[in-house]
Structure formats: C-alpha cells, structure tokens
C-alpha cells in the first residue's frame, strides 16, 4: 500500500529499490513518479491543495524525492 502523509510518500513495505520524481512544476505535472523494487514505476496524483511530498519512506529505507526537469526525462527517453 502506498499513500501520501504530509510531506512523505509512505510505502508499507520493505524495499530493495526506492526512488522518487517529480517535475519541477507541479501545476502542470502534479504527479510524483515512484520506483519500488523491480516493479512497474507508479504516478502517484498530487491534490491541488495538499502538500508537495519532499520524501519517501518504506519500512526500511528513505530517500528524498528528486526534481527532474522535462529535458532530463526528454534526454533519457532518447538514450534508449
């Protein structure tokens, strides 16, 4: 299970692999891009009104969630 509290993204669960994104604007992208595991990336939607998630947390790691521009997802997409 995955929810947001507060300023953290919170994953119920133990994790290997445990990233975060989110573009810098969120008003035109209000969404956070999360890695879990090996599994599928997830687009988590961020409510107009509540806080911009700084962090994520498992049950036995944390990491803070990465700002990524449109020309780093541009240049990323066009290296594979």
Known sequence: MIE??????????ETTR???FRMEDTAKAPVI???VND???QM???DKES???VRV?????????QLISYEEI????TAR
Not at 4 to 13: E, L, S
């Open 18 to 20: 445990l990233e975060g």
């Open 4 to 13: 947001i509290q507060g300023d953290t993204v919170v994953v119920d669960k």
């Open 33 to 35: 891009i999360l890695f």
């Open 51 to 53: 806080t911009v998630p």
């Open 44 to 46: 988590l939607p961020l």
């Open 57 to 65: 947390k498992s049950k036995n790691s944390e990491a803070e969630i």
């Open 39 to 41: 599994d599928e990336p």
């Open 74 to 77: 541009k240049a990323t997409l």
